[in-house]
């Protein structure tokens, strides 16, 4: 199995700017999780779906954040404009019900 | 409200010592989970262990080994005779088992530099 693939793997975009992450999950898993880690937060869990659906949104820090799953091998999280503070590595995760989750290589956003 | 609390923020040992990683962590659930995670400096996020609150028994996997305790909450890990790949950053995570597993609450992680 390939794992959870993420692209792009390094992202620099200039404030006010659309940035677009991309995830692919493991095949079968109905889970999938958004995180993002930074030095000041650390690791914080954004939005999560289940069977394509998302269940809780909560940690998404503002409108400018939006995530869609349209198929069950797919997602993306948008941040539209960017600031200099979405400066992060941004983590793409899934997993079975009740079992661990795989996380992807991560996404390394620079907003400048 | 859930945490998990490492209060060892860096660690460094020679190699072929022993050092154990500290995780506590806060709960009022009967029913959760807790992880430990490696991140290893290419940055990617490598998952170690899963134990649910009902299994208190302890687990060795090669030189890693995790010490569950539900009386003091705790959930410590603990390499046995390091190597300078174990360098790494190490997460606890604490998960409701209500909720989605992958739904985790991470700790600050703690990190162990190996020297030769």
Redesign the interface.
């Known amino acids: 199995d390939a794992g959870v693939i993420q692209s792009p793997r390094h992202e620099v975009t200039e404030m006010g700017q659309e940035v677009t992450l991309r995830c692919k999950p493991i095949s079968g898993h109905n889970s999938l999780f958004w995180y993002r880690q930074t030095m000041m937060r650390g690791l914080e869990l954004l939005i999560y779906f289940n069977n394509n659906v998302p269940i809780d949104d909560s940690g998404m820090p503002e409108d400018r954040f939006s995530a869609k799953m349209p198929n069950a091998s797919f997602s993306t999280l948008k941040i539209q404009p960017s600031e200099p503070r979405d400066s992060a590595v941004y983590f793409c995760a899934s997993s079975f019900p009740r079992l661990e989750a795989f996380f992807g290589q991560g996404t390394r956003l620079t907003v400048v | 409200a859930q945490k998990v609390t490492q209060a060892q923020t860096e660690i460094s040992v020679v190699e072929k010592e022993d050092v154990t990683l500290d995780c506590v962590y806060e709960t009022r659930d009967t029913t959760y989970?807790l992880?430990w995670?490696k991140q290893p400096p290419?940055?990617?996020?490598?998952?170690l262990i899963?134990r649910n609150s009902f299994d208190e028994q302890n687990e060795i996997s090669g030189r890693y080994s995790w010490n569950f305790q539900k009386s003091t909450s705790s959930f410590n890990f603990t390499i046995t005779a390091s190597q300078v790949v174990d360098s790494a950053v190490y997460?606890c995570a604490l998960s409701e088992?209500t909720?989605?597993?992958?739904?985790?609450i991470?700790?600050?992680?703690t990190t162990l530099q190996v020297k030769p």
Do not use: D, P
Not at chain 2, 99 to 104: F, I, M, Q, R, V
């Open positions: 989970y992880f995670y290419s940055g990617e996020l490598v998952f899963r997460f088992a909720s989605n597993t992958g739904k985790l991470f700790g600050q992680g």
